[in-house]
T-cell receptor, first 112, second 113 residues
Framework: AQKVTQAQTEISVVEKEDVTLDCVYETRDTTYYLFWYKQPPSGELVFLIRRNSFDEQNEISGRYSWNFQKSTSSFNFTITASQVVDSAVYFC?????????FGKGTRLHILP | DGGITQSPKYLFRKEGQNVTLSCEQNLNHDAMYWYRQDPGQGLRLIYYSQIVNDFQKGDIAEGYSVSREKKESFPLTVTSAQKNPTAFYLCASNRGGNHNEQFFGPGTRLTVL
């Protein structure tokens, strides 16, 4: 069955520390897509990144980076030099049929 | 500005009443989605529509109904048959397919008293 596991329910770090959010997935598809979304306290989900299963290159966008490893079925997200504004719930998601499924999310607290 | 609007932000209803949540998009997206979010549960798909006048059940459709008469609009009705309707409801849209990112509205928090 297709599934997304975000084992870290809640993480707290002090501002300026680096933090990695884990995402492990299961799928029977050979072609699939992975996503990360951010949900700030306002509630609206914000798209961060999409990765297809054929592209294992790591991606960096400012302080954000993503490590996709098919061998371990993982798509981890690292925030470097965290800031208080990074406090949010982060969701990893996986394509399934004609839609996507979400993990349960990791709540990240950045402490000043 | 292009985007998705959901109204109202907060909604209170008495038990046993049907209630309809609004979702409108001006992104010219073909597909629209309704999710329910409960604490610690992530997002669960209720219904989705890939095209006007057509929609499919998601993982937790029981007690809900939808319509898609216009491309821009995808209202969700929470019926009295839904056993635990109190939740945060999110609407999303995209150009269709599972490879395109979804854009989300601000959500409606429904509380049934």
């Amino acid at each position: 069955a297709q599934k997304v596991t975000q084992a870290q329910t809640e993480i707290s770090v002090v501002e300026k520390e680096d933090v990695t959010l884990d995402c492990v997935y299961e799928t029977r598809d050979t072609t699939y897509y992975l996503f990360w979304y951010k949900q700030p306290p306002s509630g609206e989900l914000v798209f961060l990144i999409r990765r297809n299963s054929f592209d294992e290159q790591n991606e960096i966008s400012g302080r954000y980076s993503w490590n996709f490893q098919k061998s371990t079925s993982s798509f981890n997200f690292t925030i470097t030099a965290s800031q208080v504004v990074d406090s949010a719930v982060y969701f990893c998601a996986l394509s399934r049929d004609d839609k996507i499924i979400f993990g349960k999310g990791t709540r990240l607290h950045i402490l000043p | 500005d292009g985007g998705i609007t959901q109204s109202p932000k907060y909604l209170f209803r008495k038990e046993g009443q049907n209630v309809t949540l609004s979702c409108e998009q001006n992104l010219n997206h073909d597909a629209m989605y309704w999710y329910r979010q409960d604490p610690g549960q992530g997002l669960r798909l209720i219904y989705y529509s890939q095209i006007v006048n057509d929609f499919q059940k998601g993982d937790i459709a029981e007690g809900y109904s939808v319509s898609r008469e216009k491309k821009e609009s995808f209202p969700l009705t929470v019926t009295s048959a839904q056993k635990n309707p109190t939740a945060f409801y999110l609407c999303a849209s995209n150009r269709g397919g599972n490879h395109n990112e979804q854009f989300f509205g601000p959500g409606t928090r429904l509380t049934v008293l």
